[in-house]
């Protein structure tokens, strides 16, 4: 993979660290994908939510390369897709039941029904009277994250999950967003096959799980593979023949210690592969010829700013995988090399640059600002949150010796355990 000398130029500290490092990563997970799609006979495939963005263009870079000549290959697109779009539009017609509304409160960030309608694109004023019905009210403690929860209201919460009424009035409010989506998965050509493969760098699986949801009621619903770049499965997935997850570089299900280091930090992997656009807030019906409509989050504000920033400061990153991921096409091509043939260096990169790397690493590549409108903005006040070594100061990075082998060793009795 690596460059000629004549082509063994000066670049940009974080080209090269996408070349070396991060290309690899992603590049074998898109191999991974395809030799996937091949063996279950696959023929559409699509790239969800906006790290999908730069999926798609390292499978155009990669896959051309190491199966030329074939045609078999799936069909390939990009899907707009977000949990937080994804959210309302799922309870169109299911309506909302505790095992999609407790997924709200693994976030510590999320307290209380305000969240719950936040998530899910409710209007909580109309559910006063319902709420009032259950002794709740809108500021009522839901999470065991935040001081003043009482186990009884919840309950109580999910009570009122279980009333007519409540469920009426969910369905009413997110029917527009259902149908949106529908007419746009429709012209996407989602429930034109009997299989799709679903495209996402992980982690619970949260965006299929709401998509499916969505369109399990139809006929026409094909077969879902969703295929993460890392599945942690830190709630059960409903897994049926018509709907299921596989990590192909780490999942939980099979145990790969070096593989699991990818959990130091989740977030670095979504930021380097997030796409130059805003995040997808929702679908909305109009009445242009499509139907519908994809409503985009704004980025006049100060979050929007810094996304802004924070891709100026990862565009020689991404420059970076992309000139990488050809190279990799070529060499895994001229050595015949499978996603298994490859997965000991991967799970060396991951070890090295995640678990033990230099402080001088984490400076040069640690996230300037990250989004999560499915988190709150709640601060947990009734437990301290676990420090990771990523979020460690400098000076304790620097002189605390032993400091990457505590975590390490933290990892191996948490894999140990799970």
Same mark, same amino acid.
């Given at each position: 993979?690596?460059?000629?000398?004549?082509?063994? +130029?000066?670049?940009?500290?974080?080209?090269?660290?996408?070349?070396?490092?991060?290309?690899?990563?992603?590049?074998? @997970?898109?191999?991974?994908?395809?030799?996937?799609?091949?063996?279950?006979?696959?023929?559409?495939?699509?790239?969800?939510?906006? /790290?999908?963005?730069? @999926?798609?263009?390292?499978?155009?870079?990669?896959?051309?390369?190491?199966?030329?000549?074939?045609?078999?290959?799936?069909?390939?697109?990009?899907?707009?897709?977000?949990?937080?779009?994804?959210?309302?539009?799922?309870?169109?017609?299911?309506?909302?039941?505790?095992?999609?509304?407790?997924?709200?409160?693994?976030?510590?960030?999320?307290?209380?029904?305000?969240?719950?309608?936040?998530?899910?694109?409710?209007?909580?004023?109309?559910?006063?009277?319902?709420?009032?019905?259950? %002794?709740?009210?809108?500021?009522?403690?839901?999470?065991?994250?935040?001081?003043?929860?009482?186990?009884?209201?919840?309950?109580?919460?999910? #009570?009122?999950? %279980?009333?007519?009424?409540?469920?009426? #009035?969910?369905?009413?409010?997110?029917?527009?967003?259902?149908?949106?989506?529908?007419?746009?998965?429709?012209?996407?050509?989602?429930?034109?096959?009997?299989?799709?493969?679903?495209?996402?760098?992980?982690?619970?699986?949260?965006?299929?799980?709401?998509?499916?949801?969505?369109?399990?009621?139809?006929?026409?619903?094909?077969?879902?593979?969703?295929?993460?770049?890392?599945?942690?499965?830190?709630?059960?997935?409903?897994?049926?023949?018509?709907?299921?997850?596989?990590? +192909?570089?780490?999942?939980?299900?099979?145990?790969?210690?070096?593989?699991?280091?990818?959990?130091?930090?989740?977030?670095?992997?979504? /930021?380097?592969?997030?796409?130059?656009?805003?995040?997808?807030?929702?679908?909305?019906?109009?009445? /242009?010829?499509?139907?519908? %409509?994809?409503?985009?989050?704004?980025?006049?504000?100060?979050?929007?700013?810094?996304?802004? #920033?924070?891709?100026?400061?990862?565009?020689?990153?991404?420059?970076?995988?992309?000139?990488?991921? %050809?190279?990799?096409?070529?060499?895994?091509?001229?050595?015949?090399?499978?996603?298994?043939?490859?997965?000991?260096?991967?799970?060396?990169?991951?070890?090295?640059?995640?678990?033990?790397?230099?402080?001088?690493?984490?400076? #040069?590549?640690?996230?300037?600002?990250?989004?999560?409108?499915?988190?709150?903005?709640?601060?947990?006040?009734?437990?301290?949150?676990?420090?990771?070594?990523?979020?460690?100061?400098?000076?304790?990075?620097?002189?605390?010796?032993?400091?990457?082998?505590?975590?390490?060793?933290?990892?191996?009795?948490?894999?140990?355990?799970?």
């Amino acid at each position: 993979m690596l460059p000629l000398e004549a082509e063994n +130029i000066p670049q940009h500290p974080l080209y090269v660290k996408g070349f070396n490092v991060f290309s690899p990563l992603l590049a074998a @997970f898109i191999q991974g994908v395809a030799e996937y799609c091949l063996n279950a006979g696959i023929e559409r495939l699509y790239f969800f939510s906006r /790290e999908g963005w730069l @999926f798609e263009q390292v499978w155009n870079r990669v896959i051309p390369k190491l199966y030329a000549g074939q045609d078999n290959l799936p069909q390939t697109s990009y899907l707009y897709v977000s949990r937080m779009a994804l959210a309302p539009a799922s309870c169109g017609h299911a309506g909302l039941d505790q095992e999609h509304a407790d997924i709200v409160f693994l976030p510590p960030g999320n307290k209380d029904f305000r969240d719950v309608c936040r998530v899910f694109g409710l209007q909580a004023d109309a559910f006063t009277n319902i709420l009032s019905l259950h %002794e709740l009210h809108q500021e009522t403690v839901l999470s065991p994250a935040h001081e003043g929860f009482l186990p009884e209201n919840r309950l109580r919460f999910n #009570e009122m999950l %279980e009333d007519e009424a409540f469920q009426d #009035e969910v369905k009413k409010q997110t029917l527009p967003a259902h149908q949106a989506l529908h007419r746009y998965l429709e012209e996407q050509g989602v429930f034109a096959q009997p299989d799709v493969a679903l495209v996402d760098i992980g982690w619970l699986g949260t965006i299929q799980r709401f998509l499916q949801r969505a369109i399990a009621h139809r006929a026409d619903a094909p077969r879902c593979h969703g295929l993460l770049f890392g599945a942690t499965r830190g709630i059960a997935y409903p897994t049926t023949p018509a709907n299921a997850i596989t990590g +192909i570089i780490y999942d939980r299900d099979r145990f790969d210690l070096a593989a699991s280091t990818l959990l130091y930090n989740r977030d670095l992997f979504e /930021e380097t592969c997030r796409a130059p656009h805003p995040t997808l807030n929702g679908y909305r019906l109009s009445e /242009e010829e499509k139907g519908y %409509e994809l409503v985009f989050r704004h980025e006049d504000d100060a979050i929007g700013q810094a996304e802004k #920033e924070q891709d100026r400061f990862f565009a020689p990153l991404q420059e970076g995988i992309l000139a990488g991921a %050809e190279q990799y096409a070529v060499a895994a091509a001229i050595l015949g090399y499978s996603l298994s043939d490859i997965k000991p260096w991967l799970n060396y990169l991951l070890l090295s640059r995640l678990a033990f790397p230099k402080t001088r690493e984490i400076e #040069e590549i640690c996230q300037r600002h990250h989004l999560d409108d499915f988190h709150g903005q709640h601060k947990v006040t009734n437990k301290a949150a676990a420090k990771e070594l990523w979020q460690c100061s400098r000076a304790k990075l620097r002189w605390r010796p032993l400091l990457r082998t505590e975590f390490f060793l933290r990892l191996i009795k948490e894999r140990l355990r799970s």
